[in-house]
């Protein structure tokens, strides 16, 4: 079993940044694709970003392109988002999420960490 923990979430002002991290326990052909997925108080989880272990392969949100960056740390089994320019709308619940498919879909996603709370005050 993979265990996905997050962390670097946090309440930052409009503008501002902050990088999220996301260590999992173990890799296998199951967690290949890392995604970053948010959900907000009221509305339904939502694709924030994806990217293969290599960084070669990676795709954003529109609402987020331009502003959010992965990157990984293979020796570490740690993802990154980087989250820059941030607005008050990109605050929510942000999940990491470990699978083996680039997708933006949930349900193509085995393995999803606990969440971490980023608040973007305005």
């Known amino acids: 079993q993979v265990q996905l923990v997050e962390s670097g979430g946090g309440l930052v002002q409009a503008g501002g940044s902050l990088r999220l991290s996301c260590t999992a326990s173990t890799r296998t052909w199951r967690t290949t694709v890392m995604g970053w997925f948010r959900q907000a108080p009221g509305k339904e989880r939502e694709f924030v970003a994806l990217?293969?272990?290599?960084?070669?392969?990676?795709n954003n949100a529109n609402s987020v392109k331009g502003r959010f960056t992965m990157s990984g740390d293979n020796a570490k089994n740690t993802m990154y988002l980087q989250m820059s320019s941030l607005k008050p709308e990109d605050t929510a619940v942000y999940y990491c999420?470990?699978?083996?498919?680039?997708?933006?879909?949930?349900?193509?996603?085995?393995?999803w960490g606990q969440g971490t709370q980023v608040t973007v005050s305005s």
């Open positions: 990217s293969d272990w290599s960084g070669e392969h990676t």
């Open positions: 999420a470990a699978g083996s498919t680039l997708s933006n879909k949930e349900r193509d996603y085995h393995y």
